[in-house]
């Protein structure tokens, strides 16, 4: 069955960098695209991007460019989101989610908290 | 970018009321409408996909409708297990949106 296992929580510093991940199982990783969805506390959902793994593509929110970075490893089946030159404003929990299903299949989420 | 205008914002219902939540599309989006349903500290479900379809292991309360921009989720008799927020989002064009979410309670 398809899962998506992301990484544990992360406290950082603002203006530091932090890298999450999604581990997919159950499917052909290469095969579809890869999803990033953004939840601040008590508010609704915000599209972040999405990857293709097979060709590594990219398709980003206007809004998250330069904060976000998509990557993914084939090997690993692995999708990664960095996210840069951090703020209060990007703690959050950071959802992988895969298309090709409606998004059918998220992640867990991934709860990161900047504070000094 | 396509806005969601989703209402109410929030919503408390009696056990067995039939319940509806409404996203309106700013712009057309055809039939590209997903409804989930979100508990506290979970992902979001899918409940309903393709703007009336619903998804597999989803209770037949749930239903998905469309008339013209706007779309709605009903539950055609409350239970205890639907509290929860649900969210709608639009995948025709990009950046995807997501409606600004319900939380539905029980009265």
């Known amino acids: 069955q398809v899962q998506l296992q992301q990484s544990g929580a992360e406290l950082v510093k603002p203006g530091s960098s932090v890298k999450i991940s999604c581990k997919a199982s159950g499917y052909t990783f290469t095969s579809y695209d890869m999803h990033w969805i953004k939840q601040q506390p008590g508010n609704g959902l915000e599209w972040i991007g999405w990857i293709y793994p097979g060709n590594g593509n990219t398709k980003y929110n206007q809004k998250f460019n330069g904060k976000a970075t998509l990557t993914a490893d084939k090997s690993s089946s692995t999708a990664y989101m960095q996210l840069s030159s951090l703020t209060s404003e990007d703690s959050a929990v950071y959802f992988c989610a895969r298309d090709g299903g409606w998004f059918a299949y998220w992640g867990q989420g991934t709860l990161v908290t900047v504070s000094s | 970018d396509i806005q969601m205008t989703q209402s109410p914002s929030s919503l408390s219902a009696s056990l067995g009321d039939r319940v509806t939540i409404t996203c309106r599309a700013s712009?057309?989006?055809?039939?590209?409408l997903t409804w989930f349903q979100q508990k506290p500290g979970k992902s979001p479900r899918r409940m309903i996909y393709?703007?009336?379809n619903l998804a597999a292991g989803v209770p037949s309360r749930f239903s998905g409708s469309r008339s013209g921009s706007d779309y709605s989720l009903t539950i055609s008799s409350l239970e205890s297990e639907d509290v929860a927020d649900y969210h709608c989002?639009?995948?025709?064009?990009?950046?995807?949106?997501f409606g600004s979410g319900t939380k539905l309670e029980i009265k």
């Open positions: 989002l639009q995948s025709i064009q990009y950046p995807l949106t």
């Open positions: 393709g703007a009336t």
């Open positions: 712009q057309d989006i055809g039939n590209y």
